[in-house]
């Protein structure tokens, strides 16, 4: 008999990057992103993982790039604004070719007008955010 699981698409998206094999998650607290941050905390110390909230946004994704550079799967997740703030290490991950999984639960507006609902106004930004000529995955 298969075993169902009733979720969230956060806590499905961190299940999912727990079994794609991330070890790594550095994070800081955003609607509607949160729950892919509790979910890692609660489930990367079980297989031997690591959790780590981070001070902003900025931080996140430096950690995640580090975390990448010593051989980790690493991830964040964050939504609008908080992508807006990642935008120079989304660049100098993509110059040096560092892999990393960035997830931007999207919102609606471009700030903390309508935090809880769901949008997809930030796929432009997702695509073209950041400074060169490179490829993104959006």
Same mark, same amino acid.
């Given at each position: ?8 698409? /956060? &806590? #499905? ?7 794609? *094999?991330?070890?790594?998650?550095? @994070? ?8 892919? #941050? &509790? ?14 909230? !981070?001070?902003?946004?900025?931080? +996140?994704?430096? %950690?995640?790039?580090?975390? =990448?550079? %010593? *051989? &980790?799967? +690493? !991830?964040? %997740?964050? +939504? *609008?604004? @908080?992508? =807006?703030?990642?935008? &120079? ?19 609606? *507006? ?22 060169? /000529? ?5």
């Amino acid at each position: 008999m298969r075993e169902f699981m009733l979720l969230q698409g /956060d &806590e #499905a998206c961190a299940l999912g990057a727990i079994k794609a *094999g991330c070890r790594f998650f550095a @994070g800081y607290p955003i609607t509607p992103a949160t729950e892919i #941050a &509790e979910t890692m905390a609660r489930e990367l110390p079980k297989i031997g993982g690591t959790f780590i909230q !981070m001070e902003d946004e900025i931080a +996140s994704a430096a %950690a995640i790039i580090g975390a =990448s550079l %010593a *051989g &980790e799967k +690493s !991830m964040t %997740a964050t +939504s *609008g604004p @908080g992508f =807006s703030l990642m935008q &120079e290490a989304i660049g100098y991950a993509a110059m040096t070719e560092t892999p990393t999984v960035i997830v931007n639960v999207q919102r609606g *507006g471009p700030s903390t007008g309508m935090p809880t609902k769901t949008a997809q106004g930030d796929i432009m930004q997702a695509r073209w955010g950041t400074h060169g /000529d490179h490829q993104i995955i959006a």
